[in-house]
């Protein structure tokens, strides 16, 4: 791993992988969202109160499919290949293990001499 983190190369594929954490982010929280609905809705009495739950429960598993379907088709997500999707997970482990042994914060932040002299500096 480059240890300059200012370096540019070290932003390769990463919008598709924080896209990738994103996604498995939103799929936990509307999972979250469907089964704290479906918690309220059995202990909800009004039939109105009930109605709008039922809705959004209904709501939320359309959701969270929606989510899963994006997630399978761009295959960040491998839900009957559990070996494919270990691996997935342990290479996202790595990496943030990885991230977290980072000096995010070194001590000589200077480019001074990396890049051309502007024209000012040529007089």
């Known amino acids: 791993m480059n240890n300059d983190y200012q370096d540019p190369i070290n932003a390769l594929n990463m919008p598709e992988k924080a896209d990738m954490t994103f996604a498995m982010d939103f799929l936990m929280r509307a999972k979250e969202g469907v089964r704290n609905t479906a918690i309220a809705l059995t202990e909800t009495v009004?039939?109105?109160?009930?109605?709008?739950?039922?809705?959004?429960?209904?709501?939320?598993?359309?959701?969270h499919q929606e989510i899963a379907e994006l997630m399978l088709s761009k295959k960040w997500f491998h839900p009957y290949?559990?070996?494919e999707q270990y691996?997935?997970?342990?290479?996202?482990?790595?990496e943030t293990i990885q991230i977290g042994h980072m000096n995010l914060f070194p001590e000589d932040t200077s480019r001074k001499g990396m890049f051309d002299r502007t024209p000012d500096e040529h007089q």
């Open 46 to 63: 009004t039939p109105e109160a009930r109605a709008v739950l039922r809705k959004q429960l209904h709501q939320g598993i359309a959701l």
């Open 81 to 83: 290949e559990l070996h």
């Open 87 to 94: 691996q997935l997970d342990h290479l996202s482990a790595l």
